[in-house]
């Protein structure tokens, strides 16, 4: 789809991300279908299938390593997964958004030798947004300990939450930037904060929307499994269908929810350099084969042509 570029706002921004994502549905579901597949594993190892049955201790004993270690691996492998498939979801939605075309593999080929600084950026985004989390669980631990109800926890970890969601704001355009411009994970974060001034707000909403619609998903029909289970002994008896259902409903969930996400991260980000940088101007005068000007190390101005000049 060819796209006119345009400063957007939240409502635009949104409809544009879905428009993509339901333009080539097929491309970006195939690209998280891998971490997806990850998540789903994982959560099934989650399960002992034998709880109930009696096991002679030693090979219970072994089983269970197993299952844990099986368990740990998938967890490891989403990680990476995750960071390589958002990381190819924002490429291919600039490239879709710009009008060209990518594929599966292409898009997954193009990070095949970036995975470590692309899991090196995951973890930056989680130690710089995550920190002030620590405090809600000092105080959720201390009131559990004190025999306090439990329901006083949930606003302290809202609470805890939103300092959390204006420090990742700061950050979130990081993949997009790294994925389309080939930074490095500390360049790309630094990109992301410098970029996103003047649309914090914006971003946040940008992240939240989605994210709170996928809760929402997940939470309704994790709700409609539980109510089955009241009805049917079978479901009531077999934690390991349970959970195998819930899978299914999560990984139902991340083929949509983790393009979007990814996909209006991507649209913020040029909405940004739009705002900021005059994106949709450069990008006229450079299909119109014109020079642009652009400053030299000492802050001269040079004429140079758009072939010459990095995004």
Do not use: H
Not at 33 to 57: C, T, W
Not at 59 to 85: C, D, H, K, M, P
Not at 160 to 170: E, K, N, Q, T, V
Not at 188 to 215: Q, T
Request: glycine letters at 10%.
């Amino acid at each position: 789809m060819t796209t006119t570029l345009q400063p957007l706002n939240m409502g635009g921004i949104l409809d544009r991300a879905i428009q993509i994502l339901r333009g080539r549905f097929t491309l970006f579901a195939g690209i998280a279908v891998f971490p997806g597949l990850a998540q789903l594993g994982g959560q099934l190892l989650s399960v002992n299938p034998n709880s109930g049955i009696a096991v002679a201790s030693n090979g219970q004993t072994a089983f269970e390593f197993a299952r844990y270690g099986a368990s740990t691996l998938f967890s490891i492998a989403n990680l990476v997964l995750q960071a390589i498939a958002t990381a190819a979801i924002c490429l291919a939605a600039s490239r879709v958004y710009l009008g060209d075309s990518i594929s599966i593999r292409s898009a997954y080929g193009a990070f095949g030798t970036k995975v470590g600084r692309l899991i090196w950026l995951q973890i930056l985004q989680g130690l710089y947004a995550g920190w002030p989390l620590i405090f809600a669980v000092v105080v959720s631990v201390a009131i559990a300990s004190s025999g306090v109800s439990i329901y006083l926890q949930i606003p302290i970890w809202i609470l805890g939450s939103i300092p959390c969601l204006a420090l990742y704001a700061r950050c979130a355009l990081a993949f997009p930037a790294a994925a389309i411009e080939n930074l490095s994970a500390s360049a790309a974060f630094e990109r992301s904060v410098k970029l996103g001034e003047g649309g914090r707000w914006r971003i946040c909403g940008g992240f939240v929307l989605p994210l709170a619609a996928a809760l929402a998903f997940i939470f309704s029909l994790d709700w409609l499994i539980e109510l089955i289970k009241t009805t049917s002994p079978f479901l009531a008896g077999s934690p390991f269908v349970v959970a195998g259902l819930t899978g299914i409903v999560s990984f139902a969930g991340d083929l949509v929810f983790i393009p979007l996400s990814a996909i209006v991260l991507t649209v913020l980000y040029y909405d940004q350099r739009i705002r900021r940088e005059g994106y949709d101007v450069e990008r006229m005068m450079d299909a119109a084969g014109m020079t642009i000007s652009v400053l030299s190390g000492d802050d001269s101005i040079t004429s140079a042509t758009p072939e010459e000049v990095q995004p």
